[in-house]
C-alpha cells in the first residue's frame, strides 16, 4: 500500500486496519512496516545486488513488497531464522503473486542470506 500510494507507515497502518482485521501480532507488523520504510534504501540494495538481471522498479508491485519484507527480516531482524523468513516470504509469493513468486521470491531470498552471511554456505 505505501509503494502503490506513496504513503508513509504513519498513514498507511490506519489506512490498512480499515480494510483488514487486526493483525494477529500487532506489535510485529507496526515494528515491521516501519523497519521496512526505515531502511527502504538499505533493504532495496540488497534486492538490488541479488537479482541479477532484474531492476527492482520492473518487478511486480507484490513481488517487490514481498521482497522487501523477506529482505528486512533477514538482514535487519535477529530473532527469524533466515529460513522462517524465506519460506514465509515463498508463501506470500505463492499466495498473492503469479505463479512464478515463489520461486522468484526464493532465488532472490536466498542470495540475499548468502550476501548477509545468514547462510553458512557448505
Known amino acids: 500500500m505505501m509503494d502503490f500510494l506513496g504513503v508513509g507507515p504513519d498513514e498507511a497502518i490506519p489506512l490498512f486496519s480499515l480494510v483488514s482485521p487486526s493483525p ?5 507488523y507496526e515494528e515491521t512496516v516501519r523497519g521496512v ?8 540494495g540488497l534486492i538490488r545486488q541479488a537479482a541479477e538481471n532484474w531492476r527492482l522498479e520492473r518487478m511486480t508491485l507484490v513481488d517487490r513488497n514481498i521482497l522487501r519484507l523477506g529482505a528486512y527480516e533477514i538482514s535487519r531482524s535477529g530473532d527469524i531464522p533466515f529460513v522462517v523468513a524465506i519460506n514465509e516470504a515463498v508463501d506470500l509469493g505463492k499466495r498473492f503473486g503469479s505463479e512464478e513468486s515463489g520461486a522468484f521470491v526464493n532465488g532472490i531470498l536466498d542470495k540475499i542470506s548468502e550476501i548477509t552471511n545468514k547462510k553458512v554456505r557448505p
Open 24 to 28: 494477529p501480532d500487532a506489535e510485529y
Open 37 to 44: 520504510w526505515e531502511h527502504k534504501s538499505e533493504v532495496d
